[in-house]
């Protein structure tokens, strides 16, 4: 499964934007789709994952901001995010997650960047 990310740029703090992650088939059968974020000199961190069930979880920073939504029909993960602060700039990655028989398989997207200016 090939994913593709989009929707970054640059946006003042207070503002918002909405991420798109792609996915090159059906993620229907995807068990999570989360989305991750590395800002520079900072590890990796999980933002927002979506099981198949619709179930949801967050990091602290971003609840009450950001919304991970899925739409099965258009293979596509969406990122909102709302109320936007400088801290929030890093580079944006989605993921997806799957069970099968051999055990879990990890799909990475290229990462979008966001730049929030304060």
């Known amino acids: 499964v090939q994913l593709q990310a989009s929707g970054g740029g640059l946006v003042q703090a207070g503002g918002y934007l909405r991420l798109s992650c792609v996915a090159s088939?059906?993620?229907?059968?995807?068990?999570?789709m989360a989305w991750f974020r590395q800002a520079p000199g900072n590890e990796r961190e999980s933002v927002a994952t979506?099981?198949?069930?619709?179930?949801?979880n967050y990091v602290d920073s971003v609840k009450g901001r950001f919304t991970i939504s899925r739409d099965n029909a258009r293979n596509t993960v969406y990122l909102q995010m709302n109320s936007l602060k400088a801290e929030d700039t890093a580079v944006y990655y989605c993921?997806?997650?799957?069970?099968?028989?051999?055990?879990?398989?990890?799909?990475w997207g290229q990462g979008t960047l966001v730049t929030v200016s304060s």
């Open positions: 088939e059906s993620i229907s059968s995807i068990n999570v």
């Open positions: 993921q997806g997650r799957q069970s099968s028989w051999s055990g879990w398989r990890t799909y």
């Open positions: 979506i099981t198949s069930g619709g179930e949801t």
